[in-house]
């Protein structure tokens, strides 16, 4: 959480970096903030609310500062005022800093600034930082200019704990920035005559698409013509330059309301993209190219861990399903931020993996570390290219969905499904899964585009549904087998942008608790695909239905539905159970997305949420 932003060039800072920072947005919408470099010192403009606030603001400014750094906050130390907002300047207006993460000691680091006559202008642990390198950078005034800050930087880092990603500036060096990483994300975009830094590539790409990934203890010095890098115990690295494969106008709106809509209807291509090139000639079966682990390693493989968290975690639970149904390989799955304090027993050949859309989420990314940590091989589904994720883990899938910039993350989560489905289907014709099943699979796989085409056909049908439910606070989501992850997944999207509470439940749980809630003002939405378990699922629909509980009904079953047997019926193709819980996904998002409109929420930046969640 948190996005920063920091720009060294020809150009007028002000401009590129609002425009890099709404490109952050998504990282944290609390309040905003630029320093500059003017020629006399440094300017700081900072208020709560949106960038586009800030953007107003900076206009009138109209700075022709050619450096600067900037920031979008979620708060977590402070509350949400002008004064908490970064940038932060120190105490002598010297040096300025803007901070993604925790300082966890900052309350002695404070004392200690207090005692050497530091004073403090907010309640933030960041501004402790941009004191604490004032106070180095003061008491080494014979050092080089340059190095001095990159000196002043490193020695307060030294008694930093927690986790930072930092872009700092000083009233006496207008053409440098420097910028360190523990924790939190940080990149640098490399340009011509200029260069940036920032917390994520969709703040620079469009002005570069050469970029350099921080790791985890390294601190950048940025000027104009060049970047060099070195780390916290000051040896030299040498940069790797990597290309973006996106462009800025995939992280545009277009012709849509929100991102979140844009990416529920650009569900056929990212799956299409998804697939590409991953299928054996013979289409029998999936391939991946970056597992990095050979046939023979895999028949050593008896158990297969899952960790994730929120959207992620539920295609965890998918996955779970879909592989122990093709493969036979037991699966467990973990809430990521769980896994890494209680000392799970794990089975000698386990092998994990990471599910990550972002890839920087701090809880996933600690689970990776210690299933690493102790001593086992970790693959990770991720969507983020070059994120933290899919740099330290030991191979992976990387989701090709393109960038997700909705908080509500929605074609990120059915290409996880894609990618667990095929994983079933790679791992079962490893193991008892016939060449003609495999077939079938495959074929279903190929088919998705164009079924959820004809799904999205039927928005306005499902807007209809949605504006009739717009009203409710209360709603149960139903379904059994993989189909109950799936109603986890709708409850949290509807709860996550409208804002109303909703639950997901195996649909044949609900008569040993949650029946208790059913009345005319909870209604709920029931899974009710094709299959072994409709029957079933049709005698809950009664059993609510038998309670005055409304029932929208999401389901495949053709004329073993027949319309009198719920309120509203959103009907979807009938496909090969490997592709189910995609198909049924669909009209939850779409259902969630239309009640929140109706609701007048900010469906893009809903209250409190952050798309990247970097802080634990
Ligand atoms: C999804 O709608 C949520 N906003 C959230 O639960 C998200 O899935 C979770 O924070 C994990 O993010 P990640 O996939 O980037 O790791």
Request: aromatic share 8%; hydrophobic share 40%.
């Amino acid at each position: 959480m948190c996005g920063i932003v920091g720009y060294v060039g020809k150009h007028a800072a002000s401009s590129i970096l609002v425009e890099g920072l709404k490109h952050l947005e998504y990282r944290g919408y609390d309040s905003s903030g630029i320093a500059l470099a003017e020629g006399n010192g440094i300017e700081v403009i900072k208020k709560t609310g949106r960038v586009a606030v800030l953007a107003g603001l900076a206009q009138k400014h109209a700075s022709k500062a050619s450096m600067g750094i900037s920031h979008t906050r979620w708060a977590t130390h402070g509350g949400v005022t002008d004064e908490n907002a970064h940038p932060h300047l120190s105490w002598d207006s010297k040096i300025a800093l803007v901070h993604n993460g925790v300082i966890e000691n900052y309350k002695a680091l404070r004392t200690f600034l207090e005692g050497e006559g530091a004073t403090f202008r907010s309640q933030t642990d960041s501004e402790v930082l941009a004191n604490l390198i004032a106070y180095y950078y003061n008491l080494d005034e014979t050092a080089q200019n340059g190095n001095r800050l990159v000196c002043a930087v490193r020695q307060s880092l030294i008694h930093v704990e927690g986790t930072y990603g930092i872009a700092v500036i000083c009233a006496d060096l207008p053409n440098e920035i420097v910028g360190a990483r523990k924790g939190s994300p940080l990149c640098i975009g490399v340009g011509h005559g200029e260069n940036l830094i920032a917390s994520d590539v969709a703040a620079f790409v469009g002005r570069t698409q050469n970029v350099v990934y921080l790791d985890d203890g390294q601190i950048v010095h940025l000027s104009r013509e060049d970047f060099s890098i070195t780390t916290i115990a000051e040896e030299t690295v040498s940069p790797v330059i990597n290309q973006i494969d996106w462009k800025i106008e995939e992280a545009e709106l277009g012709s849509y309301k929100h991102f979140m809509e844009k990416e529920i209807f650009e569900q056929p291509q990212a799956l299409e993209n998804a697939m590409r090139g991953r299928f054996s000639d013979d289409e029998s079966t999936a391939k991946f190219g970056g597992l990095n682990l050979d046939a023979r390693e895999w028949r050593q493989v008896d158990r297969i861990v899952f960790c994730g968290c929120g959207t992620a975690w539920h295609a965890c639970l998918v996955a779970e399903y879909l592989i122990e149904r093709f493969s036979r390989i037991p699966v467990e799955v973990e809430y990521a931020s769980e896994f890494r304090y209680r000392n799970a027993p794990l089975d000698k050949n386990a092998l994990f993996f990471v599910v990550s859309q972002s890839g920087e989420t701090i809880d996933t990314l600690e689970a990776l570390r210690e299933a690493q940590r102790k001593g086992f091989r970790v693959l990770g589904i991720t969507n983020g290219v070059g994120s933290t994720i899919a740099r330290e883990s030991d191979g992976g899938v990387y989701q090709h969905s393109g960038p997700e910039i909705g908080v509500a993350s929605t074609k990120a989560f059915t290409s996880q499904l894609l990618i667990s489905g095929m994983l079933g289907l790679y791992l079962g014709r490893m193991r008892d899964l016939s060449f003609g099943d495999g077939r079938e699979m495959v074929k279903a796989f190929k088919s998705l585009p164009g079924l959820i085409s004809q799904i999205l056909d039927q928005a306005d049908q499902i807007k209809a549904i949605a504006e009739r439910y717009a009203e409710f606070q209360d709603f149960l989501f139903l379904g059994r087998q993989s189909m109950f992850p799936i109603a986890l997944e709708g409850a949290l999207k509807l709860k996550e942008i409208s804002y109303i509470h909703a639950e997901g439940y195996p649909a044949a749980e609900m008569k040993h608790g949650p029946i208790a809630l059913i009345s005319e003002q909870c209604p709920s939405v029931v899974l009710s695909p094709h299959g072994d378990t409709l029957k079933k699922v049709m005698s809950n629909i009664e059993e609510t239905r038998a309670r005055k509980g409304r029932v929208i009904a999401i389901t495949s079953a053709g004329k073993d539905f027949p319309d009198s047997a719920a309120d509203d019926i959103i009907r979807i193709p009938t496909a090969h159970s490997c592709i189910m819980p995609i198909l049924s996904t669909i009209p939850l998002q779409l259902l969630a997305y239309y009640i929140a409109c109706k609701r007048g929420c900010d469906v893009d930046k809903p209250r409190n949420l952050a798309k990247s969640v970097t802080v634990e």
